[in-house]
């Protein structure tokens, strides 16, 4: 009979994580505050001084139950998600070169229970998925504007060479 392996741990007492992120990869949890009425939830804030650069460009994203959007990379922006409504995996994935972290994966879970803005330095690809049963929505709040003629923004497919990642349906 095999020995059963030990759960190696993922969070603290505390609810932090226990794997490191990806260098310049920043969580801030967000506090829902709940009444009869219904709830409130800050999105951002200059005053936390959670990301140096100002609010410049706001857009909704929705993914479909089991769907991935990504990969994706910027080279200039920085993305700002806040994860509004639904069940997120976020995974991504660091190629800078001198990062102290390039080649590392991190997956990250929020939901609408567990709300958060994520930052996704330039030069981290990101993939999101719908991991839930409804439709899941998430802001983001980029670094630049989105230019239609000339975007900062470059594809690989789900399955490729360089992200030694794969996606479960």
Not at 16 to 24: D, F, K, M, Q, Y
Not at 63 to 73: D, E, L, T
Request: aromatic share 10%; glycine share 8%; charged share 25%.
């Amino acid at each position: 009979m095999k020995t059963p392996l030990k759960d190696p741990q993922s969070v603290t007492p505390d609810g932090e994580r226990v794997a490191p992120l990806i260098e310049g990869v920043r969580i801030r949890r967000a506090v829902t505050h709940p009444d009869e009425r219904g709830t409130v939830c800050e999105l951002f804030n200059p005053a936390w001084g959670f990301h140096a650069d100002p609010l410049v460009y706001v857009y909704q994203v929705t993914i479909r139950p089991g769907q991935v959007k990504g990969w994706v990379v910027h080279r200039i922006q920085d993305d700002r998600l806040f994860l509004s409504q639904g069940t997120m995996k976020a995974v991504l994935f660091d190629d800078r070169e001198g990062s102290p972290t390039r080649g590392q994966v991190n997956e990250l879970f929020l939901d609408h229970h567990n709300r958060g803005l994520l930052v996704i330095p330039a030069g981290v690809y990101h993939a999101i998925q719908n991991v839930g049963a409804d439709d899941l929505f998430f802001i983001n709040m980029p670094t630049r504007a989105y230019d239609h003629a000339n975007p900062d923004k470059y594809r690989l497919p789900l399955v490729n060479d360089l992200i030694p990642y794969r996606f479960q349906s």
